[in-house]
């Protein structure tokens, strides 16, 4: 079991920058979970944005957001991050963490967070 909260959501405008953060408490060492960040649009599916692995040494991305954004992980302190660079409007969602013990394209995030809101106004 493993709780996640996100932060650092807000409000940016085209062009701009949000670093989204993810803190986990866990009964469990936090480097066995392979850790992502999804979001969901207004009116859209759930999408996956990022991942990795549990070591941070690979990373997986959207074709909408490859270049942009960046996650990483702070094993110590139980965090994983999103920076998210060159914001646009089709950003706009709010962002959720999510954590799973396999890693990869079809790991099962069994853990989610509540979620945080970003919003790129065109």
């Known amino acids: 079991q493993v709780q996640l909260v996100e932060s650092g959501g807000g409000w940016v405008q085209a062009g701009g920058s949000l670093r989204l953060s993810c803190a986990a408490a866990s009964g469990r060492t936090f480097s066995d979970y392979a850790m992502a960040w999804f979001r969901r649009a207004p009116g859209k599916e759930r999408e996956f944005v990022a991942s990795i692995s549990y070591s941070g040494g690979r990373t997986y991305y959207a074709a909408s957001v490859k270049g942009r954004f960046t996650i990483s992980r702070d094993n110590a302190k139980k965090q994983v991050y999103l920076q998210m660079n060159n914001l646009k409007p089709e950003d706009t969602a709010v962002y959720y963490c999510?954590?799973?013990?396999?890693?990869?394209?079809?790991?099962?995030?069994?853990?989610w967070g509540q979620g945080t809101q970003v919003t790129v106004p065109s």
């Open positions: 999510a954590a799973a013990l396999d890693f990869g394209l079809s790991a099962n995030y069994n853990y």
